[in-house]
């Protein structure tokens, strides 16, 4: 039974940073991609990030690239979100979630390609 479970959200600044953390177990994840997404109050939930575990490629939202980065450890099955820079419409909650179907950007920015999800961590960013 895979398990996610997110921490290190939090209230910050804008212009802040935070480290969200996923710890990931239940199985071997060589073969999952592992992402973020993020739902603010009444909006969809969207995809932030996302890494492959055995290959390390990563991927971006437009609306992140170049202030978050993705990272992974793979000795304590941790997978982690930097978040710098962060603005107010950063707020939301965010969710790790694992995948061994999709490959490449397109499916793995998409919601229905994920099997497994933590039950989130909120991040509030004041103005």
């Known amino acids: 039974q895979v398990q996610l479970v997110e921490s290190g959200g939090g209230l910050v600044q804008a212009g802040g940073s935070l480290r969200l953390s996923c710890a990931a177990s239940?199985?071997?994840?060589?073969?999952?991609?592992m992402a973020w997404f993020r739902q603010a109050p009444g909006k969809e939930r969207e995809f932030v990030a996302a890494?492959?575990?055995?290959?390390?490629?990563?991927y971006y939202a437009d609306s992140v690239s170049g202030r978050c980065t993705i990272s992974k450890d793979n000795a304590k099955n941790m997978v982690y979100l930097q978040m710098n820079s962060l603005k107010p419409e950063d707020t939301a909650v965010y969710y790790c979630?694992?995948?061994?179907?999709?490959?490449?950007?397109?499916?793995?920015?998409?919601?229905?390609?994920?099997?497994?999800w933590g039950q989130g961590t909120q991040v509030t960013v004041s103005s």
């Open positions: 890494i492959r575990w055995r290959t390390g490629i990563t």
């Open positions: 979630a694992a995948t061994n179907r999709g490959s490449g950007y397109y499916r793995l920015s998409m919601e229905r390609e994920y099997d497994y």
């Open positions: 239940g199985r071997t994840f060589n073969d999952y991609a």
